[in-house]
């Protein structure tokens, strides 16, 4: 099956092995959800700051395990939130979000559908 290396869907609910979740963007699909990423990007800080990580987990517990989980997020309105940019780093170094990105990620992104062959 020939998928296009433009193929992703936006905002959806996908279904992996391991449970349901929505995500931002599915690459190449939410069938075969290979590149998850998530967005999240406030002006305010406060408790939707905590929210992030419950909608992260839920992420991280559908996907399948060969998945990779990208989050792009602001830099700045974590500064008053240092402990759930903590729990945030901690999920990457258990490797449960591949990168955590407050810049720019097309490269990484790039190379991902490579090693996927999308």
Known sequence: MYVS???YESRCTFQDIDGIAKCDFAIPNKEKSYILIEVKGYGATGPKMSDIIGDVDAIINAKRSDARLLLLTDGLT???RRNDLR???QRQNEGRITRIYTKQF???LLTLKG???I
Do not use: A, H, V
């Open 5 to 7: 290396p433009n193929s």
């Open 78 to 80: 974590w500064k008053s």
């Open 87 to 89: 729990k945030l780093i």
């Open 106 to 108: 097309s490269s990484d």
């Open 115 to 117: 090693e996927y062959g």
